[in-house]
């Protein structure tokens, strides 16, 4: 029997091949690529990009402090004390009393027994959610999660039953369903959906995941440092903390840093210190990103209240100029008492792929940065411009960008309107 001979597979060729090469190399060479554009100054309300003064409206420094002199100063003496690298897991030689301290402002913060850093964002979520679950439970997530999230999901080995966007009906299916599964369940949702800058509806979704007897973790990383009154997030915002088993979040954003956390019930917590993988198996943080982040939770916990004001304020008026300008906006959705759910993202819906990256060009060329979503982080002609806002916005940065927007628009006729 003549053995057959199969030709060999080059796992490169995918990389050369992929579906969207062709539409990725017509954006380069006509230079509407909206990605990895050089930034040469600060992240602040207006940067230097590529030899050109630009209003910053891509930037997720929502508090602005990443400029803050305090929070510079307490990135500096965590240098100058710890040096520039810890060159070890936490588990071994890489913790410190800064990591010690965080983890207890942010436990306090939030109101938990008890909290864990981890390096970075998507390592808390993917460290936790792969711990946590195993194979035999199931993981109920909204389709529009973090993709940490649903990498998390994935390396669990637990059965993923997604549910359409904010469709509580379809969670109940879920919820139903996965009753006959045999092993445990977790909901997984983001407090605020980071493309869209919508907020999920978290009452209704408590109350179902609770009358299945599931447990709920909630993805706080746009909304910590941003809502409610502590700046805690939308389980606060919601008065449901005692409600929410876990607690996710970022530095990277609001607290001008890098690095995650999630907060909960100190015995949870104690666990994945020792069984987390993207814990236990990492290097630990750079000391000046945890001295960043401590003095940034601080700034928060300490004086909070009027950045928040003034972010969703700013939110609040860049929406309705939009809105002015006829422009469609993805609307944040409503809180219990009828008010609107404002969050910093604001996402203009534009459509086709390739006309958010004409428009995303001549914006930049006028003066505004924005961020370009386009499918698969969307769905097919569903490509928006996604802007976001800072505390640090002055309103004379907010009516430039809006000037901007009315004249660049103008040579975009077939853009969604609103109404």
């Known amino acids: 029997m003549t053995e057959t001979t199969r030709a060999p597979v080059d796992v490169f060729d995918k990389a050369r091949s992929h579906d969207r090469k062709e539409l990725l190399d017509a954006a380069r060479e006509g230079d509407v690529l909206p990605y990895f554009r050089l930034m040469t100054s600060e992240a602040g309300p207006v940067v230097q990009m590529e030899g050109r003064e630009t209003i910053m409206l891509g930037s997720n420094n929502y508090l602005g402090l990443t400029g803050d002199p305090r929070v510079k100063a307490a990135a500096r ?3 100058d004390r710890y040096g520039t690298a810890l060159t070890g897991s936490r588990l071994l030689n890489g913790t410190i009393p800064l990591h010690v301290e965080l983890e207890r402002e942010i436990a306090e913060w939030m109101g938990t027994e008890d909290a864990i850093v981890f390096t970075t964002g998507y390592q808390a ?33 637990a059965k993923l039953r997604p549910f359409r966007h904010n469709q509580m009906e379809k969670l109940s299916k879920m919820l139903e369903r996965a009753n006959a599964d045999g092993g445990g369940v977790l909901v997984v949702v983001d407090g605020v959906f980071s493309m869209e ?79 987390a993988r993207a814990f236990v198996f990492t290097a630990a943080a750079v000391p000046a990103a945890l001295g960043a982040a401590l003095e940034a ?98 309103r004379d940065h907010l009516d430039r960008a809006l000037e901007i927007f009315a004249e660049v628009i103008q040579e975009f006729p077939d853009l969604p309107r609103d109404g």
Not at 129 to 154: F, K, M, Q
Not at 244 to 249: C, N
Not at 354 to 378: D, I, R, S
Request: proline residues 6%.
């Open 297 to 394: 939770v601080r700034i928060c916990r300490r004086e909070g209240g009027p950045l928040f004001a003034r972010l969703l304020d700013n939110a609040d008026y860049l929406r309705r100029g939009f809105r002015e300008l006829g422009l469609r906006v993805v609307e944040p959705g409503r809180l219990p008492d009828g008010s609107a759910a404002i969050t910093p993202v604001v996402p203009v819906m534009v459509g086709e792929d390739w006309q958010a990256a004409l428009l995303w060009k001549a914006l930049f060329e006028a003066g505004v940065y924005t961020n370009v979503a386009l499918h698969p982080a969307v769905p097919p002609g569903g490509a928006l411009l996604r802007t976001s806002l800072m505390a640090t916005h002055e």
């Open 77 to 79: 003496d965590a240098l």
């Open 197 to 275: 800058g919508d907020v999920c509806p978290l009452p209704e979704i408590v109350e179902r995941t609770e009358r299945h007897d599931a447990r709920l973790m909630v993805d706080e990383a746009h909304a910590v440092g941003v809502l409610g009154e502590r700046g805690a997030g939308v389980s606060e915002l919601y008065r449901l903390e005692d409600r929410v088993d876990l607690r996710m979040g970022t530095f990277s954003k609001s607290l001008a840093s890098c690095g995650g956390f999630v907060a909960g019930p100190a015995d949870v917590v104690e666990y994945l210190r020792i069984s």
């Open 125 to 157: 979520n993917l460290g936790t959610i792969g711990t946590i679950l195993e194979p035999g439970d199931t993981v109920i997530c909204d389709a529009g999660d973090h993709a940490s999230i649903l990498d998390g999901c994935r390396l669990s080995g």
